[in-house]
């Protein structure tokens, strides 16, 4: 189990995060849902260790392999599709070769966007590309900040079924502002609230 107490984090002097408590348990699937501006992505990025917090405990995390998937898709531009996949494989063999590629194939993209440039794919197909490679990891802990935005309805719905399906007996945690995202995944949902600033601005 993951759990977190007293978690604290401002920045410039301005509170993002005042005394979050928060439990995730092995093998649960949890979306973190509030107002934009409540330190949603900061408290993923405090998970990853990509930020520091500035006080409150945390533990569970230690040996828990992670994959997000992050806002922006942080794809290389110059690699393709299938070769951003495989980057995340040490020495890539044929299996996970085969895997990237039902990942790929299960949300929606075909043998000609597997091949193109990251750069020249839509929108929607480098979204695509950068949540199967998360997936593609065997990883303990999936995080998902907003990975569906910008998906139409139909495509968005085969790429929530899909993580669904692909993070069974795994934890997840996805930020979403859809509670139909938090039933497809079938996700608890905990509401994060904005943090009380000094001046009581918003």
């Known amino acids: 189990m993951i759990e977190i107490q007293g978690l604290c984090k401002a920045f410039d002097g301005q509170p993002v995060l005042v005394n979050w408590d928060f439990s995730l348990q092995k093998g649960e699937h949890l979306a973190l849902m509030g107002p934009s501006g409540c330190g949603k992505t900061t ?3 405090i998970l990853m260790g990509l930020e520091q917090p500035d006080s409150g405990h945390i533990q569970g995390l230690d040996g828990l392999r992670l994959a997000p ?3 922006q898709d942080r794809l ?4 393709s599709a299938l070769a951003n996949l495989l980057l995340v494989c040490p020495r890539p063999t044929a299996r996970d070769r085969r895997r990237a590629l039902e990942l790929l194939e299960g949300l929606g993209l075909t043998e000609t966007d597997w091949n193109k ?3 020249q794919l839509s929108g929607g197909q480098r979204r695509r590309a950068a949540l199967a490679r998360a997936l593609l990891v065997p990883a303990d802990l999936v995080l998902l900040d907003e990975a569906f935005k910008g ?6 719905r085969q790429a929530l079924a899909l993580t ?3 993070t069974a007996g795994r934890s997840l945690l996805a930020v979403t502002h859809d509670p139909d995202e938090a039933a497809l995944l079938a996700a608890r949902v905990v509401q ?3 943090a009380v600033r000094p001046d009581n601005q918003p």
């Open 43 to 45: 408290f993923l990025r």
């Open 69 to 71: 998937v992050f806002q």
């Open 76 to 79: 290389c531009p110059g690699l």
């Open 117 to 119: 440039p990251a750069a």
């Open 151 to 156: 998906l139409d309805q139909d495509t968005r």
């Open 164 to 166: 669904a399906a692909e």
């Open 192 to 194: 994060m609230p904005r």
